[in-house]
């Protein structure tokens, strides 16, 4: 199954990226080259990847506030990982790592 896949194009600097993918919102950290403690995409565990953050989450508007749910945040290691969601973490993964790995060659 492949999720729906939107990156938020504009403010993004220093490899910081946002977006949404299918009802969650995202955003992650993509550095130029693959480094020790990046995302591996093959394992989903740290090493040698080009991700060393990323949050899946989804805010829920209360009366006097904004409650955020997280389903996955990386940074160089798991803190939270639902494995309910697992394939649509590994689909925003491989996106990622495809989308940002094209060199313009001239």
Not at 87 to 97: C, P
């Amino acid at each position: 199954m492949n999720s729906n896949i939107k990156v938020y194009h504009g403010k993004n600097r220093y490899g910081y990226i946002k977006g949404e993918i299918d009802n969650f919102s995202w955003y992650a950290l993509v550095h130029k080259d693959s480094v020790d403690f990046g995302l591996n995409p093959n394992e989903l565990e740290s090493g040698n990847g080009r991700i060393s953050r990323l949050c899946v989450y989804k805010d829920i508007p209360m009366s006097n506030y904004t409650k955020r749910l997280i389903y996955a945040n990386y940074k160089r290691k798991w803190d939270v990982f639902n494995n309910s969601y697992e394939l649509m973490i590994r689909n925003l993964v491989e996106y990622l790592e495809r989308i940002y790995s094209i060199r313009a060659v001239k």
